[in-house]
């Protein structure tokens, strides 16, 4: 209570700036007259009794330090004050201080962006309860490849009836397209398929009306439908009466019942989620080879995944055409959405860890060399009688200001990021909506902050505590102990080391993806454009849409051909399996193959050339005899050292939404292509077969395909004249965006792209900010050698002398940092292997060319130094000294 | 160095308090003065420090403060107990006679006094 008061009197006088020296000045005058007046009542003389009273006080000033400490808040009043000096070398030095308050900006501004996105990505849990409980169900077999394999229809229903282990398991389509016509312009949408209980499994509940009920999920036709949050919200403008309305998705009418809660980790790009309806089910939900459904499910209390695996591979392994050694594997919901970029994001996480080191030892050299120039002030002022631990505080205020102007923007710089990021399309990255600067990240950046100013603090007043006072007075500037400039040395040599491991690093990807971006795809992307269309054809009727659209397409000026097919070169393709005329099948290998069903002029227009037989012509139609050209991925594994022209194959279409037949028609072979990869270019080019669209006996190509232009010129100058087109043949037919093939490609790289670029930028930044601690550091020496050079001048050294001695002295440090870089780089860059292609882990060519950027760089850092000293005026230099 | 400092502090505080308890009101001087009687040696020489706990205990609210004319009619300063520093003099006086006790049984235990 006592202290309370005191501590509210104290702020008080602080606050009001109330001293109090005008009275204590008066009490003590009238103290001093009351003992003179006593002292000469004793018997003194005037003089002695005014001096014996004085000497009885004490001393008057440190009496009123005392009371002037007990009236106020002395720590605040320091603070105060060396905050103001503090601004004012600030302003007297604008140069250094920007330079460290942006080096620092960069430095916190990327940590804390980079540390708030893999936090939100990698940690945090999903919004669900208890969403440690929920499982992504995979089967995989090494007989197969050891890939993950989804559930067939059966497989799902298996699970299902006989689990004892989840309290819930749903399947789901991830992702299928539909027509949304009748509201404006007719549009794409994404659907998802979601089998019964599939929310109840998640713990959400719809975010307005309802989901679908039992009754719905036991008919195939059900007129309602679930939108999600984020189609309601930006295409149906988020009115809150939406229940009820009817739009027209696939062609007929559907009512929405209910909109789902937002769910932006799990179906970023989701616009309804359609029901998938297991018993009764449609067709091709019933075979057990078509593996294309997601399974997912949330264990019972006390269930582990373990225990839960054991259950589920009891149940598969013995279905029907099931490998032996099939096994399932249970992963956690959250690494099943992230799993496939945390080595990415580690990777990243470590570089910007470094950035944020070279950064904070960058600075903490440019104090120090600040601070021996200022070891004359410094000087004067300890001589003066300033106490080494005011000093102290002052030092460490001079940093802490230093750090929070560095903070501010740095903290800014990394929000303004985080607002930006999510709208970079195609970074290729999960979870990304709803990052928002973190905590923790805020926490711990600016703690490292805190700790590199008790550096800048604490590193300059170990000089003070070995500071000569009378040679520092004497030579009128900082007295160079050998000690601090070799520790101040060894700071550059470790941010260069630090700088040589990222930018070998950024050297490595960036080789990598100059080797991506010359590997052949089999296709040209250059003057090509694809788009894709959906239908609502699921019979021969939709051939006449097809044909009209290649004909008024393909007229078109400016159109050199022009082809439709249900893959994508650069990114998509259906699998199929593969029958052999000339061999025994074993119906439970049927061998893989990726599929297409193309137009004639499909290889024309996607640039592939042909390795032997004939292409597609106009003549491979409904009525003629069934026609297959393959790849010579196919060629090579099925018929080694043989002419595949003119065998016989069938080929089993499995996918969603395929009506399954009987044994599929014999095809014969008619040409052979060189491959293509349906993926980015980094994946490895499989066996194809190609088919005429027309002879899909099933017509499950004509709901959707891909449209490819070859153009003359621009590919994308097309846009408006090929929409048109369309509509002319259909009005109301959804035309999704059109894209250039390069777009397509460039996207497949984008994964990759984003840490490139990100380890690149930060590769630059470290070099960047090494050269200025190179700068720093030889012109810092350099400076105290002046009078050295200055009597080498004099006495006949040439300008270029002065020039190399400042050269070496910068190159021996480069040199040093440069080989405890490379040797760093040597025993990390393993942990880089997942993301290079087709290079060594050591790859000379970026090691090397590393190492010589570097070097050039620190040279270039050294050149305005050199040439300061070299062009010295001697005269000058002695006499100032 | 600082503890003996604080200790003196402290009984000096002490001793202002029961001072202003004693005499009432006073100016710095006449409470030196009482002091330097009593006390002989602690305030003997330094009589400045005074201030520094004249002002300490009025921010705690033990004592206040009004100018007023001294006995030769001059402005001075004069301190008066407050009902916070009554108080406060009782509980330190107890503590202080605590204390006090207990160091003098301490001082006066012999060897074979203890079991």
Redesign the interface.
Known sequence: M??L??SV??LENFVMGRR?DQ??R???E??L???T?ENLRAGMSPAEARRQAV??????E??RE??H???GLPFFENLLQDLRYALRQMHRSPGFTLLTALILTLGIGVNMAIFSIVYHILLEPLPFPQSNQLYAVWARSDAQGNAQIAASGPDFLDYQDHNRSFSRIAEYIRYFSETWTGDGDPKLLHCTGISEGFFDMLGVGPYLGRFYTAKEYSELRNPTTVVSYRFWKSMLGGDPHVIGRVIHVGGGANTIIGVAPPLPDLFPDTDIFAEVTTRPSWEFMKWRSNKFMRVMGRLKPGVTAAMAEDDLIGILRPAPGEPPDVRVQLVPLKEDLVGSVRTQLQIIVLAVVLVLLVACINVAALLLARSARRSAEMAVRLSLGAGRKRLRQQLLTEGFVLTVVACSPGVFAAWLALQLLPRLPALGLPRLEGIHLNGLALLVTTGIAVLTTLLFGWAPSLMFSGLNLASSLKSGRASTGTRHHRFFSSLIVAEIACSMVLSICAGLLLHSYWRLSRVDSGFEPYHMLTTYLRTIYYGPEGRGFWRDVLEGVGSLPGVRAVAVGDCTPGQNVAIATLVFGDRANDPNHAPPAEGCWASSDFFHVSGTPLIRGRFFNSGDNADSAPVVIIDEQAARRYWPGENPIGKLIGVNYTGPGRVGTSAPRMREIVGVVQGMKFGSPESPTEPAVYMPYLQDETHHDLASMSLFVRSVGDPLALDHAIRIRIHAVRPDQPVDAIRSMQDVVSNSLAPRRYSLSLLTAFAALALLVSAVGIYAIVSYTTLQRNREFGIRIAVGATRSNIAVVVFRQGLKLTLIGISLGVGMALLTTQALAQLLFGISPLDATSFCSSVVLLGLISLAACVVPALRSAYLDPVRTLRSE | MKQKKDVQQGTLALMVLKTLDVLGPLHGYGIARRIEQISGALLSVNQGTLYPVLLRLEQEGAIASDWGPSENNRRARFYRLTRAGHKLLEAEKHDWEQTAAIIARFFEVKAEDLP
Request: glycine share 6%; net charge negative.
């Open positions: 006592r202290i008061r005191r009197a104290r109090g009275r204590l008066e009490e003590m009238e103290h007259a009351m003992q007046e000497l009885k006080f004490g001393a008057v440190a009496v005392d009371y400490d007990e009236q």
